[in-house]
């Protein structure tokens, strides 16, 4: 089957049917206003890009001052652990001294007023056989 010439229709004087040249500034026109369109995406995606990185050195920024602050606090937490223990070990030593001091004293009014030290003052109970 072979078709003619004549019957395929020529449509190019049909009234609102575009020229090739139509076409052509139609679709140029429609890539020109895609670019732009792409252009202005692009140019709001780099600004938020640059606020993105600028947000980024700001928080590394303050992570690094507060990791300084922090090494600083370990430091002056660790310098009072130190001298809490220094003291209570200190006040450790002073009550024992002192507590042997009152046996001594107490030992010694004991040894003045007649009394007997190493005796102890209760009386020790036995178990008898009678009770």
Same mark, same amino acid.
């Given at each position: 089957?072979?078709?003619?010439?004549?019957?395929?229709?020529?449509?190019?004087?049909? #009234?609102?049917?575009?020229?090739?040249?139509?076409?052509?500034?139609?679709?140029?026109?429609?890539?020109?206003?895609?670019?732009?369109?792409?252009?202005?995406?692009?140019?709001?995606?780099?600004?938020?890009?640059?606020?993105?990185?600028?947000?980024?050195? /700001?928080?590394?920024?303050?992570?690094?001052? #507060?990791?300084?602050?922090?090494?600083?606090?370990?430091?002056?937490?660790?310098?009072?652990?130190?001298?809490?223990?220094?003291?209570?070990?200190?006040?450790?030593?002073?009550?024992?001294?002192?507590?042997?001091?009152?046996?001594?004293?107490?030992?010694?009014?004991?040894?003045?007023?007649?009394?007997?030290?190493?005796?102890?003052?209760?009386?020790?109970?036995? /178990?008898?056989? /009678?009770?």
């Amino acid at each position: 089957m072979t078709v003619a010439l004549l019957e395929i229709e020529d449509t190019s004087d049909w #009234l609102g049917c575009p020229t090739e040249l139509e076409t052509c500034r139609y679709f140029l026109r429609m890539t020109e206003n895609e670019v732009q369109e792409l252009t202005l995406q692009l140019r709001k995606t780099r600004e938020d890009i640059f606020g993105l990185v600028q947000m980024h050195a /700001d928080a590394t920024k303050e992570c690094g001052a #507060l990791r300084a602050e922090l090494a600083k606090t370990k430091t002056d937490l660790a310098d009072s652990n130190r001298r809490a223990t220094e003291i209570e070990t200190k006040s450790n030593w002073e009550l024992m001294a002192n507590s042997r001091h009152i046996c001594e004293l107490i030992l010694t009014i004991r040894e003045l007023s007649g009394e007997k030290p190493f005796e102890s003052p209760y009386p020790i109970q036995r /178990d008898t056989p /009678d009770t």
